[in-house]
């Protein structure tokens, strides 16, 4: 399940979680239009987080990589939640590691 967040730079407030890309959008719109007058605040941001609240333009590839697995794992055990269940972040860990090592094996023996 995809999850988002708006967030105000300029009130330094972020909106609680929603799942919908329409409620991100209607959270926004109502934010701009109570507390600005409509106008959109410089650095203003909106988009979709991971289930530790960290957003994925922000992270590293390799990081947003690992979340996305990690997200899709613990998302069939329990979609509502937030946090990663050990075993998701570990089997991402695994799963990473073990494509990168026979993407390595593939190259050596083409050699």
């Known amino acids: 399940m995809r999850r988002y967040r708006y967030r105000c730079a300029v009130c ?16 926004g719109e109502t934010h701009r239009q109570h507390l600005h007058g409509g106008h959109i605040p410089d650095d203003e941001m ?13 992270l590293p590839p390799l ?7 990690a997200d899709a794992l613990s998302d069939l055990r329990d979609i509502k939640t937030m946090g990663h269940y050990w075993w998701a972040s ?9 494509s990168a090592a026979l993407v390595l094996l593939v190259v050596s023996a083409a050699l």
């Open 90 to 98: 570990a089997g991402a860990t695994v799963l990473i590691g073990g």
């Open 63 to 69: 990081a947003a990589l690992h979340a996305r697995i």
């Open 46 to 58: 909106a988009g979709q987080i991971d289930r530790l609240g960290r957003w994925y333009a922000a």
């Open 12 to 27: 330094r407030t972020t909106s609680p979680v929603v799942h919908e890309i329409e409620a991100l959008t209607a959270v």
